[in-house]
């Protein structure tokens, strides 16, 4: 998830050197929410694998 947020940023960064609004804007977009996504997929991993075994 954090490597596509990478590769969205990136692109964003370069569509906005260039001019281009709109895809920069799109994709500063894309890049938040994968990222806010890899963070609660990142959290919940983290919760789940904390649990106790059980007997």
Known sequence: MFGWAVTFLVVAIVAGIFGFAGIAGTATSIAKILFVVG???FLAMLIVGRRPPTT
């Open 39 to 41: 963070l609660v997929v």
